[in-house]
């Protein structure tokens, strides 16, 4: 991509044919391209080739592009302004300090308990190296937003490893500092707000052409998403949706019908309810130790159990129940039920092949018996 750049005249595009439903690939492809020094090239539509015939997957499997999806990148004309994220190594230091910060407030909401070498190589990975980068505080950067947790390294399951004068006996991990989680919830909410708007007039629109349809399917959302939101918000476009819309039983997406549904999605978005299941399911994920403050009772986990459930993310309320911690003997007798009742439905929807993760998952479908 650097020669790509360097050959290519000022003003000039370079196309790439994109298939793929992982917003992570997007991301990377999109950081590389902008270190180089690509723009994205902005246009109202979504550009793609299509094809007439289609396999059987990209007519019903959940989250699989129809079509090749076209970016363009465009090599800005001299005097542009390039990516607002990229580190360039002319920034003084009140600039630089605020791009770190972002940097590393997005790596720990998705790396709880990430280690202070790996939360470095994601600042790398957006600096261009140029200057005397490192000469930066980067541990006085990351104090300043995330506390530092220390336990021991594990010998065996049971066996903690015996001290020596190395200090190898413990690892350091790192949590976004309360009030800066805080902070981040208020500013992202802002920006989904607004992308969800702009969704939501996009799914609204479709079924409008289509009255057949029960709802939109994710990867012409992606599309459409791409290209209108422009202030894009951190979490991927799969963790939020939920956060607005319902998902079909054949993977889609819908608008809620109702206001009982519209009142469920207004207060799981006051709550932060969706944002902090998904948190506390990346402590679980990633076997980190998960901070005092953080370890919700049984009474809300009872709450994100019910929640997952009603909202789709039934792997996500099978992991709760199963690796969260719930004493049951704490609830009240009817929560206690609610709970078991949660559980069963999450665990025979797995098993029958619906899609809890929010993520890259995939409804499979078998052919009919004629």
Partial sequence: MAECFRVLRPGRCISLCYHDTSE?????????????????EKTDTALFIDSKTKTTNQYFADKVN?????????????????APLAITGSEDNRTFNEKVHSIIKECLVIHPGATKDRIYDEVVSHMVRVGRMEAHDFEGLLRQVADEVKEPVKKTLYENEDPNIFGTHEISRWYLKETEFAETDAAESAKEDDAAEKVERFIEKKLKEHPELEGVHYSDIFEHYIYSVKDKPRRQLAEWLLDYFFKTDAGTYRLPQSEEEKKLKAEGRAKGTHRRVKRFIAYLQQGVAIPTKEQPNDATLAEWLRYCKRSGLYDQGKLLYEKGGLNLDNLTEKDMVNAGEDYQVCVLLLARGATGSGTESKTKRGRKKK
């Fill in 24 to 40: 992570g690939t997007w991301a990377t492809m999109q950081d590389i391209m902008a270190e180089v020094g690509f723009q994205v």
């Fill in 66 to 82: 129809k079509r090749d999806l076209i970016i363009n990148f465009r090599k800005p004309r001299p005097g542009e302004v390039t």
